[in-house]
């Protein structure tokens, strides 16, 4: 089994120098900084740095290809694509749409879920706000529906639904989300403080991509911003492009929630990583320019086309360690979505990571121990 040695380890707390690892059947089984064992399979990572493989718990697509239509084949090429980012778990997200194509979407994945390709569906959407839609499209925004939400979590694969608390029957549908082991996820909302406390209180364990689609922060009418980052049991999403929010504001929020607290997402869509040009999100067309996509009519800012490795190094560019950089690429998504045997470099984790070179480049991908 391959012994990685010579590398710069990121663990949760600080960076081991010249530290080496052992990888046996898909496990981190050793890690040590004293001279490592000689075996038949060592790699030498040349003194590059080393972090847990990145989870990406928001994504509609990359590479050209989307997950929100339920086509299988796109569906693999987009994770593939992020893979070689770095990213070795990610969610694939939805959007708004009529329950008919979120019904069929999610029984298209399922196999790919069994599989491991993906760690299940995000809903985000259809129970958002229409004052904070976005991207989203306003003809099938709707209230919750019990039995709508139900027959979609029986298909199997959800694991975080975004939910605008506001909307009648929402707090219901967290409960019945909470009581399904599924993630509750709070945005696209104008919610009060209080309505957003009042989704805290039912169950609700996400912001999604904070500050973007909510109603912006007053003095006198704090909103859901604060009501987010100020909640303990709430992990933030914070899409570090430079676009979605300002270097400064994305570090304002980690040093009020704490590393432990902010989870980097891409918010991605299929024109990651590929040229400007016209793309479609949901039926909906799109028109990237200098990287930035905005819906062709109206303007909306509509996803990304970020990866995580840029995510990593923008939130290392605005001040933040890499220490913490690692957390919130990696643990901290894994946590909130209770993937306990992977997102960080202990001994007894699934043997994830990304070796990235001086640059915080990708270098090397390993997923489940196996070089990708």
């Known amino acids: 089994m391959p012994l990685l040695h010579n590398a710069r380890v990121v663990t949760p707390t600080e960076v081991l120098d010249r530290a080496w690892l052992r990888v046996e059947d898909g496990q981190l089984t050793e890690l040590g900084t004293d001279a490592p064992?000689?075996?038949?399979?060592?790699?030498?990572?040349?003194?590059?740095?080393?972090?847990?493989?990145?989870?990406?718990?928001?994504?509609?697509?990359?590479?050209?290809?989307?997950?929100?239509?339920?086509?299988?084949?796109q569906a693999r090429t987009a994770a593939a694509f992020h893979r070689r980012?770095?990213?070795t778990t990610l969610l694939a997200s939805l959007?708004?749409?009529?329950?008919e194509l979120m019904a069929a979407a999610t029984t298209a994945y399922r196999p790919l879920v069994a599989d491991g390709t993906l760690a299940g569906l995000h809903y985000e959407g259809p129970y958002l706000s229409q004052a904070r839609c976005g991207a989203q499209n306003p003809a099938y925004l709707r209230d919750p529906d019990l039995d709508e939400l139900g027959g979609l979590l029986d298909l199997g694969g959800v694991r975080m639904v975004t939910i605008a608390p506001e909307r009648d029957g929402a707090l219901d549908a967290i409960r019945l989300l909470v009581e399904r082991g599924v993630v509750?996820?709070?945005?696209?909302?104008?919610?009060?403080?209080e309505q957003v406390g009042a989704a805290v209180e039912a169950g609700a364990t996400v912001g999604t991509h904070v500050f973007n689609g909510m109603r912006p922060i007053h003095h006198r009418e704090p909103g859901p911003i604060v009501a987010l980052l100020d909640a303990p049991g709430v992990?933030?999403?914070f899409i570090a492009d430079g676009h979605h929010l300002h270097d400064g504001t994305l570090a304002f929020a980690v040093h009020a929630v704490g590393a432990g607290r902010a989870a980097l997402v891409t918010d991605a869509m299929a024109a990651a990583g590929m040229s400007d040009g016209e793309y479609d999100l949901g039926g909906q067309a799109v028109t990237v320019t200098g990287g930035v996509a905005r819906l062709s009519v109206g303007g909306s800012i509509a996803g990304s086309t970020l990866t995580m490795d840029a995510a990593l190094r923008r939130a290392v560019g605005a001040g933040l360690s890499i220490v913490d950089a690692a957390r919130m690429a990696a643990t901290t998504p894994a946590a909130a979505l209770g993937?306990?045997?992977?997102?960080?470099?202990t001994v007894g984790k699934r043997a994830d990571l990304v070796v990235l070179d001086e640059f915080l480049a990708v270098r090397r991908v390993m997923r489940?121990?196996?070089?990708?």
């Not at 509750?184 to 403080?193: F, I, L, P």
């Not at 489940?368 to 990708?372: A, H, K, L, S, T």
């Open 368 to 372: 489940n121990g196996v070089f990708q």
């Open 95 to 99: 959007v708004t749409a009529p329950a």
């Open 235 to 237: 992990t933030c999403e």
């Open 85 to 87: 980012h770095g990213t």
């Open 339 to 345: 993937l306990t045997d992977r997102g960080e470099l």
């Open 37 to 73: 064992p000689s075996t038949v399979d060592d790699v030498d990572l040349g003194g590059h740095t080393v972090l847990p493989g990145f989870v990406d718990i928001h994504t509609h697509g990359g590479g050209g290809a989307t997950f929100t239509t339920g086509d299988a084949d």
């Open 184 to 193: 509750a996820a709070v945005g696209h909302t104008d919610a009060s403080y």
